[in-house]
């Protein structure tokens, strides 16, 4: 994302806004947003908040997580979202009846990090997610660069039988935590055309692969109508934004759609 002062004669925010309005997105978690520190931007004319977790202006910026939310949506807020650090970023909503919902915006260190920076990660995680009432919806939404492949009997409730390609040592990281937590990612349930379950393209190889997730708790699994890969969304980025159907039901609200990219 751009900055605000940024000289472009549209801020990318602006941009990436209207593309999800275009989709009717109403919550997307966004990725590698790079931006400093914590801070929130609204596009008033596209209808968007949003808001970023971040490291220092005088440190490296690689990583950064965010949200984007309909504007309209901001008057149900009862905390804005909260940053954990500058790869997790989370956000409580409240749903109908007596549950709140919890979604964490993720982003998860590469391949080619030490262990030590994978093992914090999925630390910092797993805290987050044991920190969340049990009778609470929760939804995790991010950039894992991590590839879970096809293995649903060994991963049975984790993985559907739709997933696509091989697993590697970071999609074993996630695939644990996930087994750990009674959690299922969403991508690998609906059959659909390789297409629509791939986000991002290797840039030597030029193969796809499926590294961007949208996770729930297990027992929560029939919320999901549809979890899948939107070939045709322009979002300035080489990931393919994933897009999430979900049955939740936010206060006084109408079902949502979710978005990782």
Sequence with gaps: MDSAKAERSERRTALVARELD????????????RFANEGQLTEV???YTFFWSGRSSEERREAGVGFAIKSNLMSRLTNLP???NDRLLTLRLP?????QGTFISAYAPTMTNPEEVKDKFYEDLEALIMD?????????????NARVGTDYQTWEGVLGRNGIGKCNSNGHLLLKTCATHDLVITNTI???????KTSW??????????????????????????????CCAACWTDHRLIRSKLNMHIKHGNSMNMHDS
């Design 45 to 47: 004319n596209a209808g």
């Design 95 to 99: 749903m109908k009846g007596k549950c």
């Design 132 to 144: 969340v009432p049990k009778g609470d919806k929760l939804v995790i939404l991010g950039d894992f």
């Design 190 to 196: 609906f059959r659909q055309p390789n297409r629509n």
């Design 22 to 33: 275009r989709y009717n997105i109403q919550i997307a978690a966004l990725s590698e947003t």
């Design 201 to 230: 393209m290797h840039p030597r190889s030029k193969h796809w692969h499926l590294i961007d997730y949208v996770i729930v708790r297990r027992r929560d699994r029939q919320d999901v109508r549809e979890t899948k890969s939107m």
């Design 82 to 84: 909260k940053g954990v």
